[in-house]
């Protein structure tokens, strides 16, 4: 009978242990999925200004609008490790030419519908902005980061584009209007 109750009493305590326990891993659960949602928050506002820088480079440049909208390539447009005179790591204009999808299909995006569609091919993709963390110039590729994607992924030269035009500044002192 003693041996009996010893085995019931054992008994009840694992079980109100396994109770505290699993309360306790729930709320940690709960913290947890918070912070994650937090972050994710964050992340797309951050991605969101980023996508907005990108579409202000192109709306105030010329030369970025026509490549855009009109799919006109001017050669003077400078693009690092192309024809641009430096190479240097710092943010540039990631632009894909229409069809195609916001971020590419190498980058990973965060596990949210949001970052997930920026993967959808579009007709008139988003314009990010990123920053060049590498350059590969035998390759003509470079490895970015953004805010969109939750690791660096690598794109094309082809597709990064500086900032500032210079060809803007003659272009708005010219009488060639096919592009305004």
């Not at 999808?101 to 949001?114: E, G, I, Q, R, V």
Request: net charge positive; hydrophobic share 40%.
């Amino acid at each position: 009978m003693k041996v009996l109750s010893s085995v019931i009493q054992n008994k009840l305590l694992l079980a109100i242990l396994a109770g505290v326990v699993s309360i306790g891993g729930f709320q940690v659960w709960q913290y947890n999925q918070a912070r994650y949602e937090k972050f994710i928050i964050h992340a797309k506002n951050d991605c969101g200004v980023y996508i907005e820088l990108g579409e202000s480079a192109v709306k105030n440049s010329p030369s970025l609008r026509a490549l855009k909208y009109q799919n006109k390539r001017l050669r003077e447009l400078k693009q690092p490790g192309i024809n641009s005179e430096s190479a240097d790591p710092g943010d540039y204009v990631m632009l894909f030419r229409s069809p195609a999808s916001t971020l590419p299909p190498n980058a990973l995006p965060f596990d949210d519908p949001f970052f997930t569609s920026l993967l959808n091919k579009e007709e008139s993709p988003k314009t990010l902005m990123v920053s060049v963390l590498d350059f590969d110039l035998q390759k003509k590729q470079a490895t970015v980061e953004s805010y969109c994607a939750k690791k660096p992924f690598v794109v094309d030269l082809e597709n990064l584009y500086v900032r500032y035009q210079p060809i803007d500044r003659d272009l708005r002192r010219s009488n060639f209007d096919i592009l305004f």
